[in-house]
């Protein structure tokens, strides 16, 4: 079985009418970059940056994020690397700093955060334009849902990239900027945002737990934390017609994306960029081989609209 495994990794992700689909990884600290080349990725689709700054009193540095950055670069020079800037607050929070907020989940996280620690933010997007020079950055906003949010990360990144112009410090000047798709007003809005993004990636994880109303830690209310509501599917839906429209590149880096009783579902619905744990890579590309896109389109598509969660054994996938 560990060669059959072995030589899937270096077969492409193809389906069967000839759709190839890019298979990326999630890591969460940089070393992991090397188990998501074992795997055969074609990238990475989600880099947690925070967590090189949770478990720690002293915040990392601008050096020491710009090695964990670059390191997790140089390994993979020549394929996209997605880093998502600090997703602090709610479920992560840095240590003895009490999270205060009435409603964690629905305050002063991510990207918010980071617009209100401007000294914080900056340190690492000096730290990411550093690291650009050796391979290809994509540089992720996570929880985005304001277009005036954008225009400050975009101001803040032109402020850094001041700064190092200043030190004589190089960054590329072929880094992507793309943001999260998880709270429903991005996904509602999606078409401008696409337009003044170069890619979007959606984290089903807080899109379902958003849409649905659903603390996706709340053991009290797992029962209908639920994939297959249609909203859930909806939003998902409209935001990869839209980035087929605008041009752009819609992925899925929740937890979704690397379930395999959903690979059917998703190319179904039109997806080819998923971002997954290494582990669930090469289950995935076998799925992904015996696929049939165009057939799982025109079943989806029927299936949309219904009150109730699809159901995935009746239409056969
Ligand atoms: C998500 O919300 O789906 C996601 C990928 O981000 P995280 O799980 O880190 O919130
Ligand atoms: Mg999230």
Known sequence: ERAELILSKDEPAITLDGKRVRLEANIELPHEVSQ?????????????????????????????????????????????????????????????????????????????????????????????????????????????????????????????????????????????????????????????????????????????????AIDRVDNEVSDLYDPLHPAVLRLISQTIQAGERVGKCVAICGEMAGDARYTKLLLGLGLNEFSMHPQQLLDVKKLVRTSHTNALRTKIASALNRAESIDLNSLGI
């Open 36 to 212: 998501a080349l074992d795997m055969g990725a074609d990238g990475i689709g989600l880099f947690r940056s925070e967590f090189l700054f949770m478990g720690r009193q002293i915040l990392p540095s601008e050096e020491e994020q710009f090695e964990a950055y670059a390191h997790v670069l140089r390994a993979m020079p020549d394929k996209p690397v997605t880093i998502r800037t600090l997703d602090l607050g709610s479920d992560k929070t840095l240590d003895g700093e009490a999270t205060v907020a009435v409603n964690p989940a629905l305050g002063l996280r991510a990207v918010r955060y980071c617009l209100s620690r401007p000294d914080l933010f900056a340190t690492q997007l000096r730290a990411l334009l550093r690291a650009s020079v050796y391979g290809r950055l994509r540089i992720l906003i996570p929880m985005l849902s304001h277009m005036h949010e954008l225009l400050a990360v975009r101001d803040a990144l032109e402020s850094a990239k001041k700064e190092l112009d200043a030190a004589g410090m190089p960054y590329s000047d072929n880094i992507e900027l793309g943001a999260m798709v998880e709270i429903p007003a991005i996904a509602i809005a999606i078409e401008p945002f696409l337009k003044a993004l170069d890619f979007v990636s959606i984290g089903t994880n807080d899109l379902i737990q958003y849409t649905l």
